[in-house]
């Protein structure tokens, strides 16, 4: 069985930038069978222009975007009040990713380690840096 993983916007970008070694972990990912998710919200803190991110469009084509129903967007806003942060799509990123028992791939490790700690869920989600 594979561990799911979950992309922050850090992922996105990364991809929209051509990052290699990004392409190259997301390749190796589906290769191994992985699923793939991001989060609805997460796309909407990345895309910009339809025109311009036709790499990135490709890529999503490939990956479970999740919507943001109520119940995930309650728990995220708790889980920012709990981490004192305001940054609810890193927080729907966390909380996507405890449900599914996911990896978070991010660029933002320390932001998403503090909202990781402040939800106290076992076990917790790991973290890998883009």
Known sequence: MNIPYVYDAGALIAIDNDDRRMWARHSLALEDGR???????????????SRRQ???????AGCHVVPVGLQTA????????????????????VVVAA????????SDPHD????IDAQDVKPAPVIRTV
């Not at 793939?36 to 796309?43: A, E, N, T």
């Not at 449900?99 to 991010?106: H, K, R, V």
């Open 54 to 60: 036709v790499r990135l469009g490709k890529f999503l």
């Open 74 to 93: 309650k728990a995220a806003g708790i889980l920012c009040g709990k981490a004192g942060t305001t940054d609810i799509v890193d927080a729907t990123v």
């Open 99 to 106: 449900t599914l028992g996911a990896i978070i791939w991010t």
């Open 112 to 115: 998403i380690r503090a909202l």
């Open 35 to 49: 699923d793939i998710h991001v989060p609805s919200v997460v796309v909407s803190q990345s895309w910009r222009d």
